[in-house]
């Protein structure tokens, strides 16, 4: 782990592997270019739906948005903050999963159709 602890997980480091050796971000960008663009669909489809329930949950729990001025607002939506992105890394190896999966549709339908060059046709950068 990072920062001098031994706790055997990976503290988010997103291109490694987990401590099961599950899927990372080494892998989605073996597939080049519909990878890396099936990658940041997933995330935006995540971050899309995720925003929007916490700020739903966060209206639930106060009767009202927050007021920034407020410190106990301010503190609750750092609350909010902290939490959703605990959990946001608690789901990395699924939105990893759903990237993957998504692979081949990107390749068919968007960057073929855009006209990307595959990572696979040329030399590979790293």
């Known amino acids: 782990g990072g920062g001098g602890d031994d706790d055997g997980d990976d503290d988010g480091d997103e291109e490694g592997k987990g401590a099961k050796g599950g899927v990372s971000f080494a ?9 890396t663009v099936a990658y940041a669909l997933t995330e935006l489809v995540f971050w899309l739906v995720s925003l929007p329930i916490a ?8 009767g009202h948005l927050p007021d920034f001025s407020d410190n106990a607002d301010r503190a609750a ?3 909010y903050v902290f939490a959703g992105v605990n959990l946001a890394r608690l789901v990395v190896p699924l939105r990893f999963g759903v990237a993957l999966a998504a692979v081949p549709w990107v390749d068919a339908n968007i960057v073929s159709r855009f006209g990307a060059k595959r990572d696979d046709e040329g030399p590979r950068q790293d």
Do not use: E, M, R, T
């Open 27 to 35: 892998d989605i960008k073996k597939y080049g270019v519909a990878g």
């Open 55 to 62: 700020s739903f949950l966060f209206v639930q729990a106060s």
């Open 77 to 79: 939506v750092l609350a």
